[in-house]
Every structure is written in C-alpha cells, then in structure tokens.
C-alpha cells in the first residue's frame, strides 16, 4: 500500500515535479558533478514536507535511527549503498565498530541498530556494537521484539585505537548524535570515525544546516529555472536565549514577526489560502524536543511556565540557548486520516528507501516527530531515484522522485555544512 496526497495534485508542486521529470538528465548529471567535488555523508535521514504547494526539508539528521522502519525489501539496496560508502571511506576495511545512543531499553531503536549491523554484515563486514554507557563492563545480549538479539559489549581502548576485546575494527561508525557532547574515548582516534565528531548535536547547529541548503537550493534552483522559495523554507535565528528566565523574547518575537511577513508575500503570490506559521524550535538537538508551533509573535511572550520549561531543555537535559525560528511547511499527506509526512533514507549518496511518520492526535500544522507517532514504510515500487520519464508527474514513482531529490540537496547541503565544520 503506497498512500497518496489527499490533496487535488495541482498548482505550484505539480508544476515543480514537471520540472523535475522534464530534466532529470540534467538533475542527474548535476548531482553527478557535485558528488565529484564534495565529500557524501556516510548515511543521512531527511524529514520533509509535503504541502502541495512547496516540498521542502525541514531537518536533516546525520545518525539516523529508523533503519528498522524501511521496507524490508529495499535491504539489497541498502547493502549495496554501504558497500559503495564504504569502498570510498576505508578501501581497505574489513572490521567496523558500531556505536550506538544509550537507549537500552527502546526496543524500536535497538531493532535499527541492529538492522544496521546487518547492513554491514551483508555488505561484507565484520561487525560488533562497543556502548558508551559506563555499566556495560561485560557483553550482554539484548533480545529483540522481532526474534533477534543484540549484543553490547565494553570499549576498549589502547593509545589511540578504539576497539574490543579481541577485536581491533578500522572503521568506527557512530549512530550516536553526542548531544551530551563527545566523550574521552572517542577523540584523537587513529582510526577513521563516520560521521564525523563535528557532526554530533554538542557542535552542529541547524542553522548552519539550512545556511548550506540555501546555498544548494539556490544553485539547483537556477539550474531548473525555479523559484528556490518552492524548495526551501525560510529561517532566522536568536542567540542565548533562555526561556526559563523570559531573556530573548523580544528577538524570537521581532524574528518570527519578520519570517511570518516573507512567507505571507509568497503565499499572496502563489494565492495560497492558508495561514502561514513557523516552528519554533532548539538550533541544536533531536528527538522532536524544543520545538512549538507559532502563528503570530505575540504568542511568544505569552507562553506560560510550563510551555517554557518545555522549550528550554532537549535530549540528555542539554539547556537551550540558540533558536531557530523555521517556516512552517504544512504536511497535506496523510494515511488513514492521520497526518502523515515522509522521512527520506540515504547511505552514500543513495536513497536506499522511506517512511512515512504518521501521528494521529497532530495537526497538519505540528511537529509529528512526537510521542504517539507510527511510521509506515514507503514501498518504493520504482525507487525514489528511478522515475518514470513518461508517467504523469504524480504517478507514484514520480512523487517518491521528488522526494529523492529535494532529500539528496539536504544531503549536499550536509556535505558543505561538514566540510565548513572541518576546514
């Protein structure tokens, strides 16, 4: 079951998605060329949203944790995709230590890490997970909801090589974020480590994501001759802001203001009827924390104490100083009358599959990376990369085709981003 818009397929996307089919060649080849230039993410997720009228990226995550929420039968493609990373990375590699989040107990999140040893494995690895967490001194085999198990065993490190007992890997790979900040253990490593330390949420703001995606949206917008409004949200930031003691308001206040004004010139141009928003959200962090849904600035100084005490602190109780204020890109997907949006997977520089995120207590107008959300996995039936050039532009493979594209710009823009934070 591929779900659909709900939404007459018509206006602006349509047209874009025309754009995207009529120059595919030249899509390609662009991508092409710039992969030539810029060193790829190991793997990558990108959220998008999909409004009918814009289709555009509003998070891009460098240690993604659904791997488990793929279609089963895009693993080939998966194995294949890290066979390419990895041949780029490490030519040589044969061992590989994986490490994951602290989250021993989220059996849903211990499947996707598990799902990527496997990965690894069938791309002719060999594999074992080292945890972070101080009382894992022994190995210990976590049985997994599906029949599986997962074992966790002590790091172990010697001058500047991170390993195992009795086991000396090449490669360490990280599906851990490091929003705690990046542990002893991990730095001066002789090995190579993907993705990189600087790639972790303790140094990585998503505004400086997004500064990138403009540059990349831009670019690929004179390219087809766009207008790069259609793929990419607008932004501002506010620095140490601290919502507890009420000090940054009046920045938020006049930012959102400001951000609220240039989406309702575009909306008036389009003849979008809809009310613009934006989300309000933490510059640095994931799992959906720190993030709230604003329709005018005076709603900012009215929050109340427990709407501030929400907004200050995120994953592993990190404070909030830095804010971005983003356009709100509404989601007219759904599945089942729930408000749905889909979540793009890449390893290299391939789209190895999808899911929907769906939420059923959400609007189309909130964050849906919340708890009470179920993910439904996209079944790609011709792949987000493979459209059909003589279809209709929202026959099914041509919609997961602009998906494809607009996640791979937010995948390029990760790249420049990287190659910023490491210069």
Known sequence: MVPHLTTALNGPLLELERRFLTAMPTIEHWFRSQWQEHAVPIYASVDLRNSGFKLAPVDTNLFPGGFNNLNPEFLPLCVLAMQSAVEKICPDARAVLLIPENHTRNMFYLQNVAQI???????????????????????????????????????????????????????????????????????NLEQAVFPPLEAGWSTRLKSKHFTAYDQVATNFAELLEIDPWLINPYFATCRQVNFQERIGEECLAVQVDDVLNKIRVKYAEYGVKSDPFVIVKADAGTYGMGIMTVKDASEITALNRRQRNKMAVVKDGMAVSDVLVQEGVYTFENINLAVAEPVVYMIDRFVVGGFYRVHTSRGIDENLNAPGMHFVPLAFESGCSLPNPDGAPDDTPNRFYAYGVVARLALLAASLELEGMQS
């Open 117 to 187: 040893v496997t990965i690894l494995k069938q791309a002719g690895m060999l594999v074992r997970v080292g945890s972070l967490l101080p009382d894992v001194t022994q190995p210990v085999e976590i049985a997994l909801p599906n029949g599986n198990a997962l074992k966790l065993e002590p790091l172990v490190r010697r001058g500047n090589r991170l390993g195992l007992e009795g086991f000396d890997p090449c490669v360490v790979l990280l599906n851990n974020d490091l929003s705690a900040g990046v542990p002893d253990i991990l730095k």
